[in-house]
């Protein structure tokens, strides 16, 4: 059998498929399954799915780019497709048709036109309210409810910087975030480092920055002290390298929490106006706190940030 998924879109978008990936090679064990994917999650790709085969779609023109991969690969005959995009995509759903997939699975609306290139359709109404990687999930399989732990994302990498647990805690900020409202101010991640060394005065900071955003980084590396410091990663891999070292990752919704996540790090992930029933990290309950403001994350009360961060400071698993 030969199964094609298609995911575009940004980092957390490809960790929340891997479930689907999981339950596919559960459900077809001799299966080959291929991957259609956006150049920039290549990276990502290759620790997240390594024994998949992962095609990457040509930049440039979006449609010239979805029809001509499509085509090109329709020679392999697949058995099923799938849009791994859990709402209605035209372009998803023409690259389905174009492939030539004996079964095409999507979630569609009745209103367009693209609907009727799909012949396992999945209706909008009966993905609403779940998590992202169980709506992706559910567009193939409906009768899915809750997703196990075994189906949890996971990155295999091994950190050859990093044998022991470090003695003394090892925490990490971000002052980058692409999402206004998921962006922790250096005021309030100042007083949450000032907290966390009134309890442990050894602990190391380290505060990760896209380049653009390096003035802000030393402003909240001098506001936290000779304690802290600035970390640029110039790759994915250094940067999961830096995330597999750390004890604790404190960060706003983004990317970096489900990362986080798929390394078994432990994370506080603060959520502003993304719900986390939707969009929580996937990993156990005691890897990870949710902490959630309906307008922005700088809201949320440090008295219940402070316990948050000192109950997984004190668990050891």
């Known amino acids: 059998m030969k199964i094609a998924i298609l995911r575009r879109n940004g980092l957390g978008d490809l960790i929340c498929t891997q479930p689907l990936i999981k339950f596919l090679q559960k459900t ?7 991957l ?11 620790y997240l799915c390594p024994e998949i085969k992962v095609y990457i779609l040509p930049r440039g023109n979006k449609y010239l780019s979805i029809i001509k991969t499509a085509l090109v690969f329709r020679r392999k005959k697949f058995d099923i497709a799938i849009s791994a995009k859990p709402t209605p995509m035209k372009l998803n759903n023409l690259f389905l048709w174009l492939l030539g997939a004996k079964k095409r699975y999507a979630v569609v609306t009745d209103k367009h036109w693209h609907a009727k290139l799909i012949n396992y359709p999945m209706k909008q109404e009966q993905v609403n309210g779940y998590h992202q990687a169980l709506k992706v999930l559910r567009t193939f399989s409906p009768t899915e409810s809750k997703l196990s732990p075994e189906l949890f994302p996971c990155i295999k990498f091994k950190n050859t910087f990093q044998s022991i647990e470090q003695p003394i805690p090892m925490i990490l900020f971000s ?7 998921s962006l922790i101010n250096n005021e309030r991640l100042t007083l949450i480092a000032n907290k966390i060394l009134e309890n442990h005065p050894d602990t190391k900071f380290f505060i990760s920055s896209y380049k653009h955003d390096i003035p802000l980084a030393e402003n909240l ?16 891999g250094s940067f999961l390298s830096l995330l597999s070292s750390m004890t604790l990752i404190v960060v706003g ?31 156990t309950k005691d890897k990870f706190i949710t902490l959630y403001d309906p307008e922005n994350v700088n809201n949320i009360d440090l008295d219940k940030v402070y ?3 000192f109950s997984l400071l004190r668990n050891k698993k």
Do not use: M
């Open 36 to 46: 259609f994917i956006d150049s920039g999650n290549t990276e990502l790709a290759y």
């Open 307 to 309: 316990p948050a961060i």
């Open 28 to 34: 077809y064990p001799n299966a080959e399954i291929s």
């Open 253 to 283: 919704d983004g990317g970096i929490c489900h990362l986080a996540a798929a390394l078994q790090k432990k994370i506080v992930a603060f959520y502003g106006v993304t719900r986390p029933e939707n969009w929580a990290p996937l990993a």
């Open 221 to 236: 590396k001098s506001r936290i002290g000779k304690n802290s410091e600035v970390v640029v990663s110039d790759s994915l």
């Open 175 to 181: 002052v980058s975030n692409n999402r206004k409202y």
